[in-house]
């Protein structure tokens, strides 16, 4: 079992109703967090609300200010838990965004502004962070989703984003494992957090299509506590509730029956 006391985790989207709730875990873990996120006004919000429950005399949370989508705002995040705090230990890429439209009537910079930011930016932190994680052997993982191993109708861009991020860091674990390096990807359904509310639509604004939901929402804590205890344990990957494993099987098993389930269950939100 891996220990989080004492240690560095940097979080990016960590502002976010998950991000929140992995902070709030690591602390409670002992773990020095970094917290980034490119909304100001939501860091200082999670400062407050941090601060308020805080018993420790020494600041074991800091904040900043980081667009992963810039190389350069990575880079300096890295260089500041280094100051901070002598190092870096886990890497948490959690921010994301999403959308929902059909591809037919997307405009294309909508899908490429969904892979700047999941797949792009965290290629970018990862490589930024990666020479800190192999000189102390520590971990980087990544939230994917069950669209990233399954398809989900109105999300091309979402689902394509998430696919990426399986055969990146399946394949940068080959590279880094024998030196020490974990590599865990989290795999979850539907959590309640801001993120559908936040979708795009298909011309860049916010979606107005209903969200569908499949076997309810989980809770953003919850979550996180399965998280920390995956990545204690050492998982290569975490499918943490009922619906994301159900998908995970299903969809190998039976791909057309699944995709014939998620087509009746999804396409609701598109019909006019």
């Known amino acids: 079992m891996r220990s989080f006391e004492k240690r560095c985790v940097v979080i990016t989207g960590a502002a976010g109703g998950l991000g929140q709730a992995l902070v709030a875990a690591f602390l409670q873990a002992g773990a020095r967090v970094l917290a980034l996120d490119c909304n100001t006004q939501a860091l200082a919000s999670l400062r407050q609300t941090t601060a308020l429950h805080s018993t420790d ?10 667009d992963i989508t810039q190389p350069q705002d990575c880079t300096a995040a890295i260089a500041q838990a280094v100051t901070l705090w002598g190092g870096v230990d886990v890497l948490v890429n959690n921010a994301g965004i999403s959308h929902r439209s059909l591809f037919e009537d997307t405009d294309p910079a909508v899908l490429r ?7 792009f930016g965290t290629m970018h932190m990862t490589h930024a962070a990666l020479p800190q ?6 971990v980087v993982a990544a939230l994917s989703s069950v669209a990233g191993y399954a ?7 979402y689902c394509a984003s998430k696919h990426a991020l399986h055969g990146f860091f399946d394949t940068l674990r080959t590279e880094v494992q024998e030196r020490g390096v974990q ?19 298909a011309s860049g604004a916010a979606a107005t299509s209903p969200r569908t939901t499949t076997g309810g929402e989980s809770s953003p804590h919850d979550i996180a506590r399965r998280i920390l205890a995956a990545l204690a344990q050492g998982k290569t990957q975490l499918l943490p509730d009922r619906t994301s494993r159900l998908a995970w099987w ?4 039976a791909p057309g029956f699944y995709a014939r389930a998620m087509r009746r269950r999804v396409r609701a939100e598109f019909e006019k």
Request: net charge positive.
């Open 133 to 138: 994680l192999l000189a102390r052997r520590g």
């Open 113 to 119: 502004k969904v892979m700047e930011v999941n797949f």
């Open 183 to 201: 590599v865990t990807l989290i795999c979850p359904s539907f959590i309640a957090t801001g993120i559908g509310a936040a979708a795009l639509g």
């Open 151 to 157: 398809p989900l109708l109105g999300r091309t861009g």
């Open 57 to 66: 005399t020494a600041p074991a949370l800091m904040t900043m200010v980081c």
């Open 250 to 253: 299903v969809s190998r098993l």
